[in-house]
């Protein structure tokens, strides 16, 4: 039965579930409300109720005069009754006769006899002792009774007691009625607030709804390009559907530059591959004399070389950018490293650049040796290739308080302002002059190295005049 509902549940939708969970919760404290009640109200009540029979009879107490005669009477008293008592006379306000609050008061002898007011259970309280300002009780008829008594000591009046009798059933007549007002407010209350919990509910997740439909249909149509729209607002649910905009952004760039990485390196693997499957048609159209065959053995490797650069760069790319696990940090003396490689690169000499670098000392830094090195070596590659004859290239290493900076500057052709964002960019090639010479992934390599170390890369180039790339990575 228990998994039977567990099921419903599931089947429900989540304003039905807030809203039955609130009910619920609101049902919950209506019975502690009733508990409370019951159980706090009666003590209360019964308090109140013997407040009640105290104050009544000591106001009564103080209505009582005695007199000696009927000339020392005001002639005024017309709302008092007399009583003959020993050798003189009591005045008693009518209002004595009066139940208040359902407290009857009643003025005895020492014996018990009732000389004036009421006694609601005549008899049954005539056999209780009078004590002087203290509470009594007793049952009759299954019917609990409060009884207080005074004891009259003004002169004449020696002998005399003040009895006030309450019952307690009228706390519970008191009782009764809250209770009962109770038990139609409070369940109407709940229902009440079950139904606007429900239109509450259903109007705080409207925006989630929307959230659902828009990612459903995204889904289905394999529009990246929209967006949730559930208005203005800065509480959990527009900060979920900015979050799922922003999500939505990047997936739509990654598409976008995934489609584009395809296009490129379909277009690049295009062009070695033509150039060996031409060679291999047109060496086996006819007999070739061994010089031609051989001219074309060294077309058909050199194109493979380059086959197998570009694959070999293109997986390594990938991998770097999907942040291998391979790629394991560690302390890398980055003087060392930055003077061993600017010192084999310089034999290079190509168009008769010469390479210089400058390194501070004992510079060591938490990273991948191996991307590191590849780092200088793509930036140092490419100040080569689009160097000016007989140029200058020149590496500097230097640590500041939070970061090492490596800079490599050529005096090359230098690279246009609005060129200078998208020469990071995987395949992108613009110029011939300048990019002929690469297939477009070395300096988009470097920036995902740097950014796989948590740092940046910028340049700052003008054209005829040179370039800087310039690598700050954090300490």
């Known amino acids: 039965m228990c998994s039977g509902m567990g099921i419903k549940m599931k089947r429900l939708s989540m304003r039905a579930k807030i809203t039955l969970w609130f009910t619920a919760a609101l049902i919950m404290v209506v019975l502690f409300t009733y508990f409370i009640m019951l159980t706090a109200s009666n003590q209360i009540l019964q308090k109140t109720i013997r ?64 000389i004036y007011g009421e006694n609601p259970v005549s008899g049954s309280v005539s056999d209780i002792k009078f004590m002087d300002s203290r509470i ?19 002169k004449g009046m020696e002998g005399l007691w003040m009895r ?13 009625g809250i209770i009962r007002l109770s038990v139609i407010i409070l369940p109407l209350l709940v229902l009440v607030a079950a139904v606007g919990g429900y239109f509450l509910v259903k109007g705080s997740l409207r925006p989630l709804q929307q959230i659902s439909e828009t990612a459903v249909q995204i889904g289905r149509e394999n529009d990246l390009k929209k967006r949730i729209d ?42 070695p591959m033509s150039v060996i499957s031409a060679q291999c048609e047109m060496s086996l159209e006819q007999r070739r004399s061994p010089e031609e065959y051989e001219k074309a053995l060294q077309v058909i490797s050199r194109q493979s070389r380059k086959l197998s650069k570009l694959i070999n760069d293109m997986l390594e790319f990938t991998r770097l950018e999907a ?10 003396d980055m003087t060392e490293l930055t003077a061993s490689l600017c010192e084999d ?13 400058e390194a501070q ?43 090492v900076l490596l800079s490599v500057t050529d ?55 040179g370039s800087t790339f310039l690598v700050r990575l954090p300490c």
């Open 51 to 114: 407040d009640s029979l105290v104050e009544t009879v000591e106001n009564n107490y103080n209505e009582i005069r005695y007199y000696g005669s009927m000339e020392e009477v005001a002639p005024d008293k017309d709302a008092s009754h007399f009583l003959r008592f020993e050798n003189g006379i009591l005045e008693v306000n009518d209002d004595f006769l009066d139940a208040v609050n359902q407290v009857y008061t009643g003025l005895y002898d020492d014996d018990g006899t009732l």
């Open 136 to 154: 009594q009780s007793k049952k009759v008829k299954g019917v609990r009774y409060y009884i207080f008594d005074r004891k009259l000591s003004a």
């Open 164 to 176: 006030g009798v309450v019952s307690e059933a009228q706390g519970t007549t008191q009782m009764t």
């Open 230 to 271: 559930i208005g203005a607002g800065k509480d959990e649910l527009h900060q979920l559907a900015d979050t799922f905009n922003d999500m939505l952004d990047k997936l739509e760039k990654a598409f976008e530059t995934e489609r584009q990485f395809i296009s490129d390196a379909s277009h690049e693997l295009r062009t």
């Open 323 to 332: 942040g291998a696990d391979r790629y394991k940090k560690e302390p890398v």
């Open 345 to 357: 690169m310089a034999l290079i000499r190509e168009n008769g650049i010469t390479l210089t670098y």
């Open 361 to 403: 000392e004992k510079i060591m830094y938490t990273g991948n040796r191996e991307l590191l090195s590849r780092l200088l070596m793509n930036l140092v590659s490419n100040a080569y290739r689009y160097g000016k004859k007989d140029g200058h290239i020149v590496v500097s290493l230097r640590k500041e308080k939070d970061a």
């Open 411 to 465: 005096d090359g052709i230098g690279i246009a302002r609005e060129e200078q964002e998208k020469i990071f960019r995987r395949f992108y090639q613009t110029d011939n002059s300048r990019f002929h010479a690469g297939i477009g992934l070395g300096l988009a390599m470097a920036k995902e190295i740097v950014h796989f170390h948590g740092g940046e890369i910028t340049v700052e180039s003008r054209i005829g005049e």
